[in-house]
């Protein structure tokens, strides 16, 4: 497998999981992905790593109910300094969620809400570095923000996490951005004021694995549940799924056809 020594500037670097049942997450992703995890750290808050083949994927924390908030997957991304860029995306209107705290020696947090109401995290990276692998089965391979406040959070990402962004869908029916372009895109922008409903804004992160079907079947027999099925895309093979506790989660690989 090929691994990322450190995450460019304003990429993806991270993601955990904020879980009401920290055993089941553990049990289940290394059930679905192959990984290993740690017990959580009590002097960490509980703060436990998923890792594959000896390489940090992502991390998970007991979600106790006293934020008030719903189990989900987080993105973080990297930062050359989290206290300037936390102040500038203040600036900007982001609300802070946690300000920029050392975490021992392994860097720099803080994570606020964006203009257009999801959470995002900041990394200041020491001896953490963030995820090592990438784009590989059982690796996180894709993070997207699905957001109504579509122009707005485009100009909050370039300016406060200096994102070069292109344009992949114009069309009414979908508008897409990407950090990075075509096949060296890091991360997307979906404008999801196209559909109906009122879901929350909020960031994806699609897991990579040979074959999606059979991963979807896995899901199921995990005691998880399955969103939206299969389906070939000019992207991969797509699917979404939904952990012991109702986790949303992504899985992407190879097209059947």
């Known amino acids: 497998m090929p691994e990322r020594d450190l995450a460019p500037i304003g990429a ?12 089941s997450a553990r049990s289940f992703y290394g059930e679905l992905f192959g990984w290993t995890s740690e017990a959580p750290n009590p002097e ?13 994927v992502a991390g998970g924390m007991h979600n106790d109910g006293s934020q008030d908030t719903p189990d989900r997957w987080s993105v973080w991304l ?4 989290a206290k300037v860029t936390l102040d500038a995306a203040v600036e900007r209107g982001a609300e802070v969620v946690v300000p920029a705290m050392d975490v021992a020696d392994l860097g720099v947090m803080a994570s606020v809400i964006d203009p257009g109401g999801a959470l995002i995290g900041m990394w200041e990276p020491r001896e953490h570095k963030g995820f090592g692998i990438i784009d590989e089965p059982g690796a996180p391979a894709w993070f997207e923000l699905h957001t109504r406040a ?22 009414p029916e979908f508008r897409y ?14 404008d999801d004021s196209v559909f109906p409903g009122e879901g929350p804004a909020q960031w994806h992160v699609y897991f990579k694995v040979d074959d999606v079907d059979a991963t979807v079947a896995r899901v199921v027999e995990l005691g998880g549940t399955i969103g939206h099925q299969p389906e070939d895309t000019p992207y991969g093979r797509l699917a979404e799924g939904f952990d012991r506790t109702g986790t949303m989660f992504k899985l992407m690989g190879p097209n059947q056809g």
Not at 78 to 81: C, F, G, R, S
Not at 152 to 171: E, H
Request: aromatic share 16%; hydrophobic share 40%; charged share 20%.
């Open 44 to 56: 960490m808050g509980g703060y436990f790593n998923f890792s594959k083949d000896g390489v940090v």
């Open 150 to 171: 579509y122009d707005a959070s485009l100009d909050f990402y370039r300016a406060i996490f200096g994102w070069d962004t292109y344009v992949a869908s114009d069309a």
């Open 177 to 190: 951005t990407t950090l990075g372009e075509g096949e060296a895109g890091l991360a997307g922008v979906m």
């Open 12 to 23: 993806p670097c991270w993601i955990d999981i904020f879980t009401s049942d920290p055993e």
């Open 78 to 81: 990297a930062v050359e300094d």
